[in-house]
């Protein structure tokens, strides 16, 4: 009898494991290599290269792109905002624990902006909006704003400054935003001599305004002049990686680059591009330019932000490159720009109808993309 107990008790015990289900999130986390990777070097997330930087205007389009490819490599990137921290939460997962780091700011204080660069390498401006607020002028942003951050950059001992403008920005246009840019380059260079200016063209990726726009007012999209606004798209992680290469090159100091696509367009040849890759057409209307400027005025007036008779005045804005020998440009990192025509299906497909959702970039007979105009590069997401 005692003997039949045990054996019971025995299978009993060996039965009690299976008995007890494991649940899916109970993975067992066993070491398999007895090396950590901590320290200097590229090794992905826990890389560290030992510097920091403070990224202005970080919430916006480029700030992700940018903050991302500094806080993989292991840069401690320190991201001013304003507002609610919601706008920035994005950011955080780019780089490892403690790596991005968000802070509280007003563009008009400049004891916040010392807090935000004091323990900065390098900082990047990508401050810059296309309507006024209530609460900020073109000037508080583009002007002062600019300097007050070139000024507490030098006065903190900063070692890169790199501030971002347009490439339309000039001192006689027809928009006051890229007046004011203009002016804001020249009272950047005066207060930091060594700070690099980058001019860009258009940007576009999956957050722009450019080709999501076109899709996604694809049944009524309003134009001015007739579509025939000159353009240069740039890939946004082009973008990224120019700002990312001059931060790392002490030879660039000072010097002024323009980003641009090597090919011209009109906004007319980006509709049809749009139209052609999401095989549907895009219905655009022209309004007569004074007509919609007067809308956008009385728009101007709501509380929210729809459209600003700023924008319109964008809209008419030549991107066209100064062309000297002076100004850099990404040739001089040794980028090659991404094609337009073979990269702007992945930010678009979504706006396709579904029986041709799965269709390739290239169908046969449709001549104007076929041959793409500069030699393609790698499709690389930064
Ligand atoms: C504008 O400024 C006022 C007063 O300084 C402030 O209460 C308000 O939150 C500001 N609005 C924005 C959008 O920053
Ligand atoms: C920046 O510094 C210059 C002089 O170094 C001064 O004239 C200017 O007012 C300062 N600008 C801001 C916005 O603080």
Redesign the pocket.
């Known amino acids: 009898m005692r003997r039949f107990l045990l054996l019971l008790t025995l299978v009993g015990a060996s039965s009690l494991p299976r008995l007890i289900r494991r649940g899916k999130a109970d993975v067992t986390v066993r070491r398999t290599t007895g090396e950590v990777l901590v320290g200097r070097g590229t090794y992905g997330r826990q890389s560290w290269t030992g510097q920091t930087a403070t990224v202005f205007g970080c919430s916006g389009f480029l700030g992700r792109y940018i903050v991302a490819r500094l806080a993989r490599e292991g840069t401690k990137v320190i991201v001013p905002y304003?507002?609610l921290s919601e706008y920035i939460r994005h950011l955080r997962p780019t780089g490892d624990l403690g790596m991005v780091i968000p802070m509280e700011f007003d563009l008009r204080n400049p004891v916040q902006i010392e807090e935000c660069v004091r323990y900065s390498d390098v900082v990047i401006n990508l401050i810059g909006r296309n309507y006024e607020t209530?609460?900020f002028s073109f000037d508080q942003v583009h002007v002062e704003g600019a300097q007050r951050i070139a000024n507490v950059s030098r006065e903190s001992g900063v070692s890169r400054l790199i501030h971002m403008s347009s490439i339309c920005a000039k001192t006689d246009a027809q928009s006051q935003a890229l007046v004011t840019k203009a002016f804001g380059e020249e009272r950047v260079r005066e207060s930091f001599p060594g700070a690099n200016i980058v001019r860009s063209a258009t940007m576009y990726g999956y957050e722009d305004e450019l080709l999501n726009n076109i899709g996604k007012n694809k049944h009524f999209y309003l134009t001015v002049n007739n579509a025939q606004q000159k353009l240069r798209p740039v890939c946004v992680s082009d973008v990224a990686h120019a700002i990312d290469s001059i931060r790392d090159d002490e030879s660039t100091v000072g010097q002024t680059f323009e980003l641009y696509n090597p090919k011209e367009y009109t906004r007319k040849d980006i509709i049809d591009l749009v139209q052609f890759l999401i095989r549907e057409k895009v219905w655009h209307v022209n309004i007569p330019t004074p007509l919609f400027r007067t809308f956008a005025k009385v728009a101007d007036l709501m509380p929210f932000h729809y459209t600003s008779h700023h924008e319109i005045d964008m809209l008419l804005a030549d991107e066209i490159p100064t062309g000297e020998p002076a100004i850099k440009t990404f040739a001089d990192l040794g980028i090659q720009p991404h094609t337009l025509e073979l990269t702007a299906l992945q930010y678009i497909r979504h706006y396709r109808p579904s029986q041709h959702e799965e269709d390739p970039i290239e169908p046969k007979g449709y001549k104007a993309f076929r041959k793409p105009p500069v030699p393609a590069c790698k499709v690389h997401l930064g």
């Open positions: 304003r507002g209530k609460n």
